[in-house]
């Protein structure tokens, strides 16, 4: 079979013949229909994110059919439409046994430590593959398996309840998912925090309030907009310290920050008035669990989460075509996310 595959750090995908992998009792072998592009994708290509064992097929937002069935899997058969959770879990160990398998420590990313979906066909232990309802496109089943579940794990990290208000710091790929999830929880005021006017205006299109980072500080421009009160619940998206200090300074009282972007530099915080005396929390977020998907496959299913057609871009299996993708993300500031398509029919 064909894949596009990463041989050396630094350098383009190549493409490769490989064989059809062989699977075992607990796996299934699925047909690749949608293969997104993601920005990890372009920092385990560069070396920004290290990877020991090479060659290996990039990859890890996956849709497409089951082809196999390995003899222990029930849940799915030949012929299911079928998107992928991205970890490679063991199932057995203190973490995966109370569904908390991100911390497994025999844990393999698809497409990174594994394998992954720039081919035609991957293996997946069969746990890994939900059923995706045919009202869901295989493009958009493949690229919700990344930020969009990641986004609604913030949501449920940050306990996000009906009513409640939240600041959305960054508008990119996570943010685009959470402010959809966010009203599919029945939230109040959205507001969202960003720098460029044209995230700010999509932002607006989508019911959200706009707060310009550009034109004084959010914090303040957060505190005015719900008099003085500060919000329940705040995204931190970006990855920088300076906004991190802002999700958490501009929550109410028994307000939560959930932080999600990813930084070396160290935050302060003052403790009295802006942590303890509001009972306020900051909450880590890292990946998201298998158990939070169908939650997510329903929302994407229902409609509540959405992505528009103008949004998306395709490309062949084809290692110029990806490598052209990968390269776009240097200077990328919009929604448009390139999904390659690898077959188009059952
Ligand atoms: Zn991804
Ligand atoms: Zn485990």
């Known amino acids: 079979m064909r894949a596009v595959r990463l041989t050396q750090v630094g350098k383009p995908l190549e493409e490769a013949e490989v064989d059809r992998p062989e699977i075992g009792a607990s796996d299934v072998l699925i047909r690749v229909a949608a293969s997104g592009i993601c920005h990890s994708d372009e920092h385990y290509r560069a070396g920004i994110s290290r990877i020991d064992r090479l060659p290996v097929t990039l990859g890890h937002e996956i849709a497409g059919w089951i082809e196999k069935v390995g003899g ?67 493009e958009i089943g493949a690229i919700m398996m990344c930020s969009s579940a990641t986004a609604l794990h913030a949501l449920k990290k940050a306990r996000l309840k009906p009513g409640e208000s939240i600041a959305i710091f960054g508008f990119g790929g996570l943010g685009f998912s959470a402010l959809q999830l966010a009203r599919a929880f029945d939230c109040d005021q959205i507001y969202v925090v960003e720098i460029n006017p044209a995230k700010l205006a999509s932002a607006k299109m989508l019911g959200a309030s706009p707060i310009d980072a550009t034109k004084g500080n959010p914090v303040e421009q957060i505190a005015q907009a719900t008099n003085g009160k500060g919000v329940d619940v705040s995204l931190e998206l970006i990855g920088s310290a300076k906004t991190m200090q802002q999700a958490v300074q501009c929550l109410g009282a028994l307000g939560r920050a959930a932080l999600v972007g990813l930084t070396a530099e160290s935050m302060s915080i003052f403790p009295y008035g802006e942590l303890v005396n509001k009972e306020v929390e900051i909450i880590g977020v890292s990946d998201h669990l298998a158990a939070e998907l169908p939650t997510l496959i329903e929302f994407a299913r229902s409609g509540k989460l959405r992505f528009p057609s103008d949004a998306l871009r395709f490309v062949d299996l084809d290692a110029q075509q990806i490598n052209a993708s990968l390269n776009a993300f240097q200077n990328s500031i919009d929604h448009i996310r390139t999904v390659i398509r690898v077959a188009s029919d059952g």
């Open 72 to 138: 222990d899997i029930k849940h799915v058969t030949r012929g299911d439409r079928v998107c992928v959770h991205y970890l490679a879990h063991c199932g057995s160990c203190e973490f995966c046994v109370r569904g908390l398998e991100q911390f497994c420590r025999t844990g393999e990313m698809i497409g990174k430590h594994r394998d992954g979906g720039y081919a035609e066909f991957i293996k997946v232990p069969g746990r890994n593959a939900f059923v995706l309802p045919d009202e869901i496109p295989f």
